[in-house]
């Protein structure tokens, strides 16, 4: 115990990878579609432009969230795999028992694609490809609602920052406001899928950032939009700034945007430094450094200010889904879960194997 509380000034990296070899094109579907369409070069295309997830592999980590203590973390994955974690041991405390809902049978509707722990740590959000969010309690697993109303695979939710309502974007190109298990607006805009959600710190403002090039911007409490946000290359990810007064994009050649949140001005712009599509984006707590992720299986962890390059991790015949950071971090090489250093690459630590489709844990 005391080794790991000894690492919390450091910063390290988390980052999950599907748990196969990159497959080829027969393997690929988009996921809102049936067949695999290519990237317009205009968005970041030309390099591994098939915009999609392996549709024949149902078992890797997709996604993962920390408690806001830091004891524990959730992972979302293939096969409706849904685990809590203690991280200072490893240890599985549980199983989720999620259930498909039978009127979907397309194959995204396998994964738990999204989790989000609540601001008070009790509850845990998790997003499914079945079209559907849930609402679970951490100390029992007990699922306390399900939330329906999106047309298509979900791909990011969150909280707001006071717990009250919940944001989620998905493939229907919505994004989608929730209080107690209602739904309370709806908005649209995006012309293609929606990949990445970000609140500001008030919890006033929604950033989405989509396949259709764009960051957007809307009032939660009016639900309208106040501004777009013109990348013009497929978004990954976004966040706010601290003070909310700028907004980060990193899109799928790995460059990474900075924008004036009140202006829609872009500031700078730092280059994108790896040789594939990037899938997956992270910013640290202290906004100093971000984790980009690639289909190569490489992590690049960039200072801010400057864009220099200060690690580089690789995966080989792995591509990198998620990325986070946290005083402690975790990676997942197909159902293993692996906690490495962001300074020296050290591995620290493994959590499981999962076993897809396992009894619920110990605890």
């Given at each position: 115990?005391?080794?790991f ?10 980052f ?11 393997d ?8 695999p369409?290519p ?21 890797g980590?997709?996604?993962v969230?920390f408690?806001p ?5 959730v ?5 409706l ?10 240890r599985r405390?549980r ?6 809902d039978?009127n ?10 999204a989790?989000a ?16 969010l ?18 298509h695979?979900i791909?990011?939710i969150?909280?707001t920052p006071?717990?009250?309502f919940i ?10 406001v ?10 649209r805009?995006?012309l ?5 959600l970000a ?16 960051v957007?911007?809307?009032d939660?409490?009016?639900a309208?939009k106040v ?19 700028r907004?980060?994009?990193?899109s799928i050649d790995?460059?990474i945007?900075?924008?004036e ?8 712009i730092?280059?994108g430094s ?6 997956a984006?992270a ?7 971000i984790a980009?992720?690639?289909?190569l ?8 200010a ?9 995966v ?20 293993v ?7 020296t ?8 194997p ?5 009894e619920?844990?110990a605890?």
């Amino acid at each position: 115990m005391k080794r790991f509380i000894s690492l919390t000034p450091t910063l390290l990296l988390l980052f999950l990878l599907v748990g196969c070899a990159i497959p080829s094109d027969s393997d690929f579907v988009v996921a809102a579609r049936e067949k695999p369409v290519p990237l317009p070069a205009a968005l970041g295309g030309g390099r591994s432009s098939e915009r999609a997830l392996p549709k024949r592999q149902h078992d890797g980590i997709f996604s993962v969230a920390f408690s806001p203590d830091g004891r524990y973390l959730v992972s979302g994955g293939g096969e409706l795999d849904l685990f809590l974690w203690e991280v200072h041991t490893g240890r599985r405390v549980r199983k989720f028992k999620v259930i498909r809902d039978p009127n979907v049978s397309d194959w995204i509707s396998r994964f738990v694609v999204a989790v989000a722990f609540s601001p008070d740590g009790k509850q845990i959000l998790s997003g499914q490809g079945d079209r559907t969010l849930r609402l679970w309690e951490k100390e029992t697993g007990a699922q306390i609602k399900i939330f329906r109303g999106h047309e298509h695979g979900i791909r990011s939710i969150s909280f707001t920052p006071n717990g009250r309502f919940i944001v989620s974007g998905g493939h229907d190109h919505t994004v989608r406001v929730w209080e107690t298990g209602r739904e309370i607006s709806v908005l649209r805009g995006h012309l293609n899928n929606i990949e990445s959600l970000a609140l500001s710190p008030d919890g006033r403002y929604i950033a989405s950032g989509s396949i259709d090039g764009t960051v957007r911007l809307w009032d939660q409490e009016t639900a309208v939009k106040v501004k777009t946000f013109d990348v013009n290359r497929m978004v990954e990810f976004v966040a706010f700034s601290p003070d909310g007064g700028r907004i980060i994009s990193v899109s799928i050649d790995g460059s990474i945007g900075f924008w004036e949140t009140k202006s829609g001005k872009q500031v700078s712009i730092l280059e994108g430094s790896h040789q594939d599509s990037v899938w997956a984006a992270a910013l640290s707590p202290d906004n100093r450094l971000i984790a980009t992720g690639d289909s190569l299986g490489e992590v690049h962890v960039r200072e801010v200010a400057t864009g220099k390059k200060i690690s580089l991790f690789k995966v080989s015949g792995k591509f990198v889904r998620t990325v986070a950071f946290r005083s402690l971090a975790l990676g997942g090489r197909g159902n293993v879960v692996h906690l490495w250093e962001i300074q020296t690459g050290r591995e620290i630590r493994t959590f499981g194997p999962v076993q897809s489709g396992s009894e619920e844990g110990a605890g």
